[in-house]
């Protein structure tokens, strides 16, 4: 006999299994529901959650099978619907300086850039909110990327995870102690504008604050804006962090070019705004970032404009030599003009630090960040079509 060969335009259709679903980004209440709709008993839920509240964010553990503390078919029926895997990281530079630029690769292929920068007594985290930029800052590399998206809670928060696990920060399986941190401040000052990305980044801060899991102080987060005046007052409430300006003129005329966003929102509306802070204080002053442009803005009467429009304001000035990119219009002022300006800052009682450009070599120094997505595409079709 001859086996009969089905047809397959009568086959029955099979789903394809379904995407499982992250763990990371979900708050406490959420993380609660989504375990009760896995058929976890109300009564556990709130036990489960804290449990791998502690796996996940104070130990850093990406395997389900290894919660020891959590039986094993509830193991498994976790490792059948979730995951708390990372993004790849699809490349990591090193600097001379130590600086380590990570570039992560989303799950539809679109790549986000975090920076980690060490110090003598202290790391900084800068993490990014969005996949590329909206406000097309003109002295600012990311700026000349056109914004994909928005990151998720999930992405922001494991651009921390993927940094804690590179730097083996996450305390020894079985230590009750946790060593020396690393990552002590963490700062939104990568790709992308935050605010323009408020619920995500607000839920994703709110799990890295958490005391019981990755538990970076609220003191110890800087939260950096080009000004979005309806969101500012807002952040300092629901997320509570540090404020950081990116403010870089003194005129209107000039900050419209730097800073596009100011037209619609200008300085007066913006330092009204800044002024009802909330927490604002000698103790939690808003850094103003101010970008040292040659011929631009970067003259004794800036410098002196400066300190009358922020007088009343608890502050400090951020001063940061221009770091070039390929194609910038600008140049970065002088180191005796960075010190000039300098001055008639401090003589006004402002401390006003100068930022040591770190990680120029590698292109992750402020303003640089831009996702090599583009690049490592047009290099790959080069090489497909040599």
């Known amino acids: 006999m001859t086996a009969l060969t089905p047809d397959p335009s009568v086959l029955p259709r099979v789903a394809p299994p379904a995407a499982r679903q992250s763990l990371l980004g979900l708050g406490r209440e959420a993380l609660r529901e989504a375990l009760i709709a896995i058929g976890?008993?109300?009564r556990q839920a709130n036990m489960r959650v804290a449990q791998l509240w502690s796996w996940i964010y104070q130990k850093g553990v990406q395997d389900f099978g290894a919660m020891t503390n959590l039986a094993k078919g509830f193991r498994e029926e976790l490792a059948a619907h979730f995951t708390v895997e990372r993004p790849e990281v699809a490349a990591l530079q090193v600097s001379q300086d130590g600086t380590r630029k990570y570039l992560l690769r989303l799950v539809e292929g679109h790549e986000v850039e975090a920076v980690y920068i060490p110090d003598e007594n202290r790391g900084t985290l800068c993490i990014s909110s969005q996949i590329g930029c909206t406000l097309n800052c003109t002295f600012c590399h990311t700026g000349t990327q056109k914004l994909v998206r928005n990151l998720t809670a999930a992405e922001i928060v494991a651009q921390v995870m993927v940094a804690r696990d590179d730097l083996e920060e996450w305390p020894e399986p079985g230590s009750p102690h946790e060593g020396r941190r690393r990552i002590t401040n963490l700062v939104l000052m990568g790709m992308g504008e935050p605010l323009y990305n408020f619920e995500n980044v607000r839920d994703a801060m709110n799990i890295v604050m958490d005391n019981e899991g990755i538990s970076i102080s609220r003191r110890r987060i800087t939260l950096s804006t080009s000004g979005v005046v309806p969101e500012i007052v807002r952040a300092g409430e629901e997320?509570?962090?540090?404020?950081?300006?990116?403010?870089?003129?003194?005129l209107d005329e000039t900050r419209d070019t730097l800073v596009p966003i100011n037209k619609k929102?200008?300085?007066?509306?913006?330092?009204?705004?800044?002024?009802?802070?909330?927490?604002?204080s000698n103790a939690e002053r808003i850094t103003?970032?101010?970008?040292?442009?040659?011929?631009?803005n970067d003259s004794d009467a800036d410098a002196r404009r400066l300190v009358r429009l922020i007088a009343g304001i608890p502050a400090k000035i951020n001063l940061i030599p221009?770091?070039?990119?390929?194609?910038?219009?600008?140049?970065?002022?002088?180191?005796q003009r960075i010190e000039a300006f300098a001055e008639i800052v401090n003589n006004a009682g402002y401390a006003s630090p100068v930022r040591t450009p770190r990680g120029e070599d590698i292109m992750a120094a402020c303003g640089q960040l831009k996702s090599a997505s583009q690049k490592l595409r047009k290099s790959a079709l080069k090489r497909g079509q040599a």
Do not use: Q
């Open 265 to 280: 929102w200008n300085i007066k509306t913006l330092l009204d705004t800044l002024r009802a802070y909330p927490r604002l």
């Open 288 to 296: 103003f970032e101010y970008v040292m442009l040659k011929g631009v």
């Open 40 to 42: 976890t008993p109300e």
């Open 239 to 250: 997320i509570g962090c540090l404020l950081a300006i990116s403010f870089h003129a003194t």
């Open 322 to 335: 221009f770091n070039p990119w390929p194609g910038s219009p600008y140049e970065r002022s002088s180191w």
